[in-house]
């Protein structure tokens, strides 16, 4: 049995909501108690429409919210923000990419700031270091070196999302959130940050949590994969098992929902329309 | 006979770093009963091309065609503001962002009635109906009291729902659809381009699929223009793209799909020798 | 979105693929001076703020004669082209024989220095408050700004005029009392900005990355909000000079004989009838200075805020 990565128990989050000068406020159950263990250098991919919780989980997972109830394991160690304000030891351990590539990088930061940042906050490393640590970061990511003394405008949608990348690997993270990385890119885009994504996994070892509402790409980069509707797992196993047996109402129409580009269904559809 | 027919369409945005052309020489044609999908990742001038049908491009644009024809008009040569007029009727539109199309200050049985006062000569009581009867066709549920709602008081698919069923009030001969499901959920998507396609065919009307999703074309089209860069990169009819992809950009952007994977890697654009591809990054 | 930076309209046609454009510092002037210089009258107020500034720093050189010194044979000289002027004494003399040109020359130092003041200790302390009540909010925000709309309840003049009359006449307490009467227009900006960036993704992720609060405040979010703080920087500037005459005017400020534009404008009341000169040529400075600056501040709000950038 190898390292459990990432652990949760019973996790939920409430959200309260108005109670102001009129009547009480209402609470809403973002999540409704989450399980799931992780192995160090598998993808779990989780997949929900909007408002399912599912960013609610990647936040109170990259430790930024604390979850109402339930407990939170990183590499076997419990995980309080509540209590104790996080150590660098912790904080290094996850990282996150975010969807939208404009909105992550801070406008005003060049590109080799917005990679030595991180360093410069939790490491004690010479200036020469930190510059040639976050060099190598970024020809790793597939960007040049000379682009290292640009702003963020600069660059397209798909070279962001490979800085954002890079940003989150400059502290070593065992496990790495992405927060739908691809669904605000093109198709092509798309297939390099995956291929891009699949060989750093490789090559550190990462553990991915990746978040999407993409069917097709959590059916090609997941390990495991949770399926959720209004705050609860509705479905949760290997990639193998949902796809083939799904069990919930709900996976089963989410299914049957995403639209299908091979030649048979096309075929189906014509003849349908034919007749 | 054509509806809609484009030919040898150029557009060009005059910036300060020189001159972009967005399309470059694209020309196009859809028929009565006809969905043509035009699919393209962005800065392809997919939605260019037909902003610029409409009439809706800022100043900046130059646009050039050796003809732009709608129900055998020319419009080339109309000032954009009565092209609007005049294509207003016959030729409508829906957009990405469902919500942020409708305005928000005012009920959405008020918009509808609106684009119903502009383009009929209804009175108050058959606006009324109508409007309830348009509610009715795109799937809205309890029509009548519907009409009071404002648009921050309904889901994002709803809010498409009314867009469309403003786009089809003055049953119009082509629908010109920019990304419509783009912002929705998958469960909601289906629902909306069901409808689409429903309507589409129980009127005759022509269709315009702008997306950027080979799912979306493979679920709706009749026939594909395929555009790169502002160019036309191939046109097909839906089978036989799919089947047997004549240029190297559309076989690279099925390759491209997760669910076309064969290998553990993605097949990118430089692997199909694409003179100009994106950039692609240091791959080994 | 992706070419806020650049001159491109096409904005919404995004063009993918990585046309990476070499933006250096330069092409990024370059680029606030062509929005700046679309708008014409901002170009004219900025000559005109320029000329002022030059007039100011070189007073000494400039002026035909020292602002105190009082010309026994020269009470009330009219202008040089009215029939009883001298050429000695351009805009005339006031009522003690002093140059009118020269004081109002060296005027043009106070009035600078006086907005320079006000703006810079409204700007750092509004700043710092209102990036502390936006980033923690809770119970400290809701103090803070309850703090500010009761200053702003007040008329801005009549809180100065107390605040002048607590601490006592002069130059340098009106200057104070001006600048806090300022400085909650720029915690709410402030505020607001802050507000809004806070929850951008770069703040969550930098926070991701183990930064610390002052950090996220100062070097991560402060900086993306200063487009605003300099537009109303430039307007309040003007306001500072404007209410800063005011207080003269009222004997409250600068005090006889510096040759303040409001003091000298109240020390020539009992003239107005007389000597049309001594009113008028004060009124003028600080009229065409307001509005030089006013207009400058409108062409720095169309060049930085990229909502307004016309395609």
Redesign the interface.
């Known amino acids: 049995m190898s390292e459990i990565v990432l652990e949760t128990r019973g996790i939920t989050r409430d959200y309260h909501i108005g109670g102001g000068l009129f009547g009480a406020g209402r609470t809403i159950n973002a999540l409704k108690g989450i399980d799931l263990t992780l192995e160090k250098g598998k993808t779990l991919a989780i997949v929900g ?2 408002g399912c919780g599912k960013s609610t989980l990647a936040r109170i997972i ?3 919210d604390a979850p109402t109830s339930g407990e939170l394991l990183i590499d076997g160690a419990k995980v309080d923000i509540t209590k104790k304000r ?1 150590d ?1 030891e912790m ?2 351990k ?3 990419v ?1 969807q ?1 590539p ?7 930061q060049k590109i080799g700031d917005v990679l030595m ?2 360093l410069i ?2 490491e004690n490393v010479p200036e020469a270091e930190r510059r040639e640590r976050a060099m190598a970061m970024l ?1 790793k ?3 040049q070196p000379e ?1 290292f003394n ?2 963020p ?7 962001r999302q ?1 800085i ?1 990348i890079a ?1 989150a690997l ?2 070593n993270p065992r496990l790495l959130v992405l927060d739908e990385p691809v669904s605000a890119l ?7 940050v ?3 994504l ?2 750093l996994q490789d090559e550190f070892g990462l553990t991915f949590v990746f978040i999407s ?5 959590v ?3 997941a390990d495991e994969v949770m399926v959720m509707y209004f705050g609860e797992a509705v479905e949760y196993g290997t990639r193998d098992e949902v796809f083939q047996n799904p069990q919930h109402d709900y996976t089963k ?2 299914f ?8 048979e ?3 189906k ?2 003849a349908a ?1 034919a007749a | 006979m054509a509806l809609l027919d484009i030919k040898n369409l150029t557009v060009e945005f005059d910036t300060a770093g020189g001159t972009l052309r967005a399309v470059d020489g694209v020309s196009l044609s859809v028929t009565e009963r006809e969905v043509l999908a035009i699919v393209g990742e962005s800065g392809s001038g997919k939605s260019v091309s037909m902003l610029a049908v409409m009439g809706l491009l800022p100043w900046t644009a130059k646009v050039t065609a050796d003809s732009i024809t709608f129900l055998g008009r020319d419009i080339l040569n109309l000032p954009p503001a009565e092209r609007r007029r005049i294509v207003g009727k016959d030729m409508a539109m829906i957009f990405q962002e469902p919500v942020a199309s409708l305005n928000p200050c005012f009920t959405v049985g008020f918009q509808i009635d609106e684009t119903l006062k502009m383009h009929t000569d209804l009175n108050n009581r058959q606006r009324r109906d109508r409007t309830v009867e348009l509610f009715e066709a795109v799937g809205l549920p309890n029509a009548s009291d519907r009409l009071g709602a404002f648009p921050h008081q309904m889901s994002g698919g709803q809010c498409q729902r009314v867009m469309i069923a403003m786009a089809i009030a003055c049953n119009p001969k082509l629908l010109i659809a920019d990304e419509p499901t783009t912002a929705l959920d998958v469960t909601i998507q289906r629902q909306i381009l069901d409808l689409l396609v429903s309507i589409q065919a129980e009127k005759g009307m022509g269709m315009i699929m702008i997306t950027h999703d080979m799912g979306v074309v493979a679920e709706t089209a009749d026939r594909v223009v395929v555009q790169y860069k502002g160019r036309k990169m191939e046109e097909a009819d839906v089978l036989s793209l799919f089947e047997n992809p004549k240029s190297a950009y559309t076989r690279a952007l099925l390759a491209a799909l997760p669910e076309n994977a064969t290998g553990d890697r993605l097949p990118t654009m430089v692997d199909f020798s694409l003179d100009d591809a994106p950039y692609t990054g240091a791959r080994p | 979105m992706a070419t806020t930076n650049t001159k491109d309209p096409n904005a919404a046609v995004g063009l993918e693929g990585g046309t990476v454009i070499a933006v250096t510092r330069r092409a990024r002037l370059a680029e606030f001076w062509y929005y700046f210089s679309q708008n014409r009258g901002a170009v004219i107020g900025l000559y005109i703020f320029a000329a002022i500034v030059v007039i100011a720093v070189l007073a000494p050189l400039i002026a035909p004669h020292s602002p105190s010194v009082q010309n026994r044979g020269a009470f009330l000289l009219p202008p040089a082209w009215e029939t009883a002027g001298s050429w000695s004494f351009i805009l005339g003399t006031d009522a003690v024989g002093r140059d009118l040109l020269s004081r109002l020359i060296y005027g043009a130092r106070f009035s600078l220095f006086i907005g320079v003041v006000v703006v810079s200790v409204a700007v750092s302390v509004g700043i710092i408050v209102g990036l502390v009540a936006g980033y923690f909010r809770g119970a400290i925000d809701t103090v803070i700004m309850r703090m500010m709309d009761i200053i702003l309840a007040f008329p801005s003049l009549l809180l100065a005029l107390v605040l002048v009359a607590i601490l006592g006449p002069g130059l340098v307490n009106a200057m104070i009392a001006i600048a806090l009467v300022q400085q909650p227009h720029y915690v709410r900006l402030t505020r607001a900005a802050v507000m809004g960036e806070k929850g951008r993704e770069y703040v969550t992720a930098a926070r991701v990355a183990g930064a610390s609060n002052l950090r996220l405040m100062f070097k991560t979010i402060l900086p993306n909000c200063t487009a605003p703080l300099i537009v109303q920087a430039a307007l309040s500037f003007s306001t500072a000079i404007l209410d800063a005459a005011a207080l003269g005017f009222l004997g409250m400020g600068a005090q006889p004989p510096t040759p303040e534009w409001g003091t000298m404008l109240a020390e020539a009341r009992e003239f107005i009838l007389r000597a049309w000169w001594v009113v008028t040529f004060p009124g003028l400075a600080i009229l065409i200075t307001v509005l030089a600056i006013n207009l400058m501040g409108d062409g720095l709000r169309d060049a930085l805020d990229p909502k307004l950038k016309r395609s």
């Open positions: 429409e909007s990259t430790m930024i996080l660098s904080r290094r996850v990282q996150i975010f939208n404009y909105g992550s990088l801070n406008p005003r940042e991180p906050i939790n020809t990511v597939g960007l682009h640009r702003y405008h600069m660059f397209s949608g798909g070279q490979r954002a940003r400059m502290l093109d198709l092509s885009v798309q297939a390099q995956l291929n891009l699949a060989d509402h993409d069917l097709s790409v059916r090609y980069i129409t989410l049957a929902a995403t639209p299908r580009a091979d030649v269904s096309i075929r559809r014509l329309k």
